[in-house]
């Protein structure tokens, strides 16, 4: 659960959602203890925003939807805006890490990516997909 | 471009075949590391040295 301080600023950063974003989560059966936390904490943030909804799928027996989306573990959720840019978090979406989530729904529904010029120009020159690892801990 | 954030303790068999011994980490492709939290200029900077 949140505190209430922490449910109203995230509130009031969803209300910023210019499009819909689903959550695309994808749980297994069998071996995945945090498959339903992290479902939970999905359902905790798409309480606050009725333009983020959560669609569930099972990543061992939907292969159209694993293949779709090129997910490679459980739990996984693709935060997906009226485009896929390929954003993905594995895990439970908890402490701080809510905030990250929670900045690539912003992206996903419209805000679009906070960054320079200068960076959005570099980035640009890039002539090959590439592909970021970002690996962080719930503190 | 796209992004995988890991939650490593969720996947500590991830952790350990990208040796994560402190968070944020970034791996670039599969080959930069980027340790920490580094200014957007020098992180853009570090990502582009994977993709050249």
Redesign the interface.
Same mark, same amino acid.
Do not use: C, N, Q, R
């Given at each position: 659960m949140y505190s209430p301080g922490a449910a109203t600023d995230l509130q009031r950063r969803l209300a910023t959602l210019s499009s819909p974003v689903r959550l695309v989560f994808f749980t297994q059966t069998f071996g995945c203890d945090t498959c339903l936390p992290a479902r939970q904490a999905a359902d905790r943030i798409a309480a606050l925003s009725e333009r983020v909804t959560v669609e569930e799928h099972n990543l061992v027996l939907d292969h159209e939807q694993v293949a779709e989306y090129g997910v490679e573990w459980a739990p996984a959720l693709a935060v997906v805006g009226t485009q896929d840019v390929g954003m993905r978090y594995y895990g439970i979406p908890d402490g701080y890490e809510i905030e990250s989530l929670v900045d690539a729904i912003e992206i996903a529904g419209g805000g679009g990516p906070a960054l320079s010029d200068e960076t959005l120009d570099a980035l640009d020159a890039l002539d090959r997909d590439v592909h970021l690892r970002v690996f962080v801990t719930p503190t | 471009?796209? *992004? @995988? &954030?890991?939650? +490593?303790? @969720?996947?500590p068999d991830?952790?350990q075949r990208?040796q &994560?011994t402190g =968070?944020?980490?970034? =791996? &670039?492709?599969d080959g930069v590391e980027i340790m920490g939290a580094l200014p957007? *200029?020098d992180f &853009?900077a570090q =990502?582009?040295q +994977?993709?050249a």
């Open positions: - | 471009m796209t *992004a @995988s &954030v890991i939650e +490593a303790t @969720s996947f991830l952790a990208y &994560v =968070v944020p980490k970034t =791996v &670039v492709g957007e *200029a &853009v =990502v582009l +994977a993709g």
